[in-house]
């Protein structure tokens, strides 16, 4: 079942004055049933420096995984339990959401996968294991994770939903993982 929340933004008229742009759903969601994941996309800015300025919607540009380069993505995920991924469409998953790249080749899990960001993710509710390659942590609603360009996936081995928050921010490829 959806998630049901709204995304507030605010924005400046040209006399200055502040209002409320958008007071809604997010408009821009993107379920992957591989992954059983759907990710709800709030903002994204372009680098390197944010803008404040006019009135598009930047979250209502197509989903992708990564930020532009030298810019933030910010998103709230829904991960399901692990008993409803669909193996059989990972790969179009990633697909989706331009993110073919990213899968780390040779891994046990299809999931497993290196981002070129650094990634704030705050468990909101549920838990889930974090897993890398030589470790897995479990987090709960409150827990942070600091994503730093490793190889790393999520599992969702409980009964219920995990939703967490995450923030990213594009970031120098490592040069041993550069492509």
């Not at 924005?11 to 992954?35: C, F, K, V």
Request: aromatic share 6%.
């Amino acid at each position: 079942m959806p998630l049901s929340f709204k995304r507030v933004v605010t924005a400046n008229s040209e006399s200055g004055r502040s209002y409320i742009l958008h007071d809604a759903p997010p408009s821009q969601i993107a379920e992957q049933p591989g992954r059983a994941l759907t990710f709800y996309e709030l903002w994204e800015t372009d680098g390197p420096l944010a803008s404040n300025a006019g009135t598009e919607d930047a979250a209502a540009r197509p989903v992708k995984h990564h930020p532009p380069e030298g810019g933030t993505r910010f998103r709230i995920v829904e991960l399901l339990p692990d008993t409803q991924q669909r193996a059989d469409v990972v790969d179009q998953d990633f697909d989706s959401i331009a993110a073919s790249n990213i899968q780390v080749e040779g891994s046990d899990d299809p999931t497993m996968h290196r981002n070129e960001t650094v990634d704030y993710n705050i468990i909101i509710s549920g838990e889930v294991v974090a897993v890398t390659d030589d470790a897995e942590t479990l987090l709960r609603a409150g827990d942070v994770l600091i994503q730093r360009g490793t190889a790393h996936t999520w599992h969702n081995r409980s009964n219920a939903p995990c939703v967490f928050a995450s923030v990213m921010v594009s970031a120098a490829p490592l040069p041993q993982f550069a492509k």
